[in-house]
């Protein structure tokens, strides 16, 4: 089996995409600062559940990678309240990316609360 097979991946993925896509419409003078954040952070979620998949043998390094799945994932929700905050994005975008994201955080800490069921 494959970490790409894993809900919480699929979804991180397609997220960390929708967000990609989304900064391109972001100031030029966010380059460094809130677009590359957002990006990183989004991406992050991924490649954390990634490496965690791989580790999962050891349970306690898998529940740590997925602790830090879903770190990335919350600080992915505070960039997305300061592109709120600089009206970059719309409340109702705002509201489905978090919807999106807490859907993503939910399933990061179903893997954590039962790491056996990933072996």
Same mark, same amino acid.
């Given at each position: #089996?494959s970490f790409k097979t894993l809900l919480a991946y699929q979804k991180g993925f397609d997220l960390a995409m929708e967000i990609f896509h989304l900064t391109k419409s972001f100031p030029n003078s =966010?380059? *460094?600062?809130?677009?590359?954040?957002?990006?990183?952070?989004?991406?992050?979620?991924?490649? /954390?559940?990634?490496?965690?998949?791989?580790?999962?043998?050891?349970?306690?390094?898998?529940?740590?990678?997925?602790?830090?799945?879903?770190? !990335?994932?919350?600080?992915?929700?505070?960039?997305?309240?300061?592109?709120?905050?600089?009206?970059?994005?719309?409340? =109702?975008?705002?509201? !489905?990316?978090? *919807?999106?994201? !807490?859907?993503?955080?939910?399933?990061? /800490? *179903? #893997? #954590?609360? /039962?790491? =056996?069921?990933? /072996?």
């Amino acid at each position: #089996m494959s970490f790409k097979t894993l809900l919480a991946y699929q979804k991180g993925f397609d997220l960390a995409m929708e967000i990609f896509h989304l900064t391109k419409s972001f100031p030029n003078s =966010e380059q *460094y600062a809130l677009i590359s954040q957002i990006v990183r952070s989004s991406r992050s979620v991924c490649s /954390n559940i990634a490496e965690g998949y791989r580790k999962r043998q050891y349970e306690k390094l898998f529940k740590s990678k997925l602790s830090d799945a879903d770190s !990335e994932n919350s600080e992915t929700q505070l960039w997305l309240d300061f592109a709120l905050a600089c009206d970059y994005i719309s409340k =109702e975008k705002r509201q !489905e990316l978090q *919807y999106k994201s !807490e859907e993503i955080g939910k399933l990061i /800490n *179903y #893997m #954590m609360k /039962n790491p =056996e069921k990933f /072996n």
